[in-house]
């Protein structure tokens, strides 16, 4: 390696370092300002950026493992406002786990979130597991999904209920980014299966977990009818799409052969895989120079793209009202 790409290399970390540093003593500042614990570890995770003379990408957020009686709690606040004072725009994960949320947190949050104004935090993963999230925190964290780059949304163990579901579809609504979403141990009822059905069905959502619910057998039928029911289709799509190709192929070679008109493809009697394109004349040339006469591409199209679905420990069996009755329909639906 030569001088001048070490003389670099040396100051970009030395750049890295000063500022973790400064991050880390923005964090500690404000946690004495707001009364707040000082995290282990975002504190274990800085001082391991800084050895190691690497950014910070992933933010873990908890409390300690033994934690005395007259110990102030670890809050949300002194984190989110120390990203914004220093506009740390490397975080890519952020990982909230048994800390408590407040209203105003998650409006933090999702204001930090939605890609807009001058600086964008870019975090694409956000895991709030047992934070006391309520039905209206789910209503605006719903709202800024769709502003957002998160990929992977995990909130295990927050008892918000069918109602909270219905807040965060709001933001799903053929969404193109998500792929991820895990709602395990949050008090879902048979309802939330016929909210989330038609969300994953067209959206780009590949993972859901559902662990842990109460979605029993008409839940479970409810979240993968839309699903089924677009297999099907695809399915009897592509039965008929062969015969029906060909069929208007040989109607063409017919058409052609009676009214006098021979080409290469009729004498020969095959059906081209391919269309032949016309011979270009002069002014294709001109077309070719104009660029508001491109075709634009059209936008990826959005579900079902669902390959995986964990429904563990969810009341699915002939113990419900629906008794076998229910099991039966939804055995059929996944075969």
Known sequence: MSEKKRKKQKENSFLDISILKKFLLTYEQHCDETQSSVSPTIQKGLWNCINNEVAITKFVLSSPETVPEDFPPVLFKPLVKTIRDLRYMLGKELCIWGILLSNLDIASLAIMLELKGRTIYPFYKLEMIDCGIDVWSMERL??????????????????????????????????????????????????????????????????????????????????????????????????????????????????????????????????????????????????????????????????????????????????????????????????
Do not use: M
Not at 152 to 173: A, M, R, T, W
Not at 226 to 234: D, E, K, M, R, V
């Open 142 to 335: 719903g709202k800024a999904l769709s502003f957002s780059n998160l990929v992977s949304i995990v909130l295990d163990y927050n008892k918000f209920g069918d109602e909270g579901v219905k807040g965060l579809v709001h933001g799903l609504e053929g969404n193109k980014k998500l792929l991820s979403l895990s709602l395990c141990y949050c008090n879902l009822g048979i309802e939330s299966g016929s909210v989330l059905g038609p969300v994953i069905a067209h959206t780009a959502i590949q993972e859901l977990y559902l662990n842990g619910n109460y979605l029993q057998c008409s839940g479970a039928v409810e979240l993968i009818t839309p699903i089924s029911t677009y297999a099907q289709g695809l399915a009897a799509e592509r039965d008929t799409a062969p015969e029906t190709s060909t069929d208007f192929a040989h109607q063409i070679l017919e058409a052609t052969g009676s009214t006098g008109i021979y080409t290469a493809v009729s004498s020969l009697n095959v059906v081209p895989e391919k269309p032949q394109h016309a011979i270009s004349d002069g002014n294709e040339d001109k077309k070719k120079r104009k660029g508001k006469n491109k075709k634009k591409r059209d936008a990826a199209v959005v579900g079902p793209w669902l390959a995986k679905l964990h429904l563990a420990d969810n009341g699915i069996d002939g113990r419900g009202d629906e008794g076998e009755t229910g099991v039966l329909e939804f055995s059929q639906l996944l075969t």
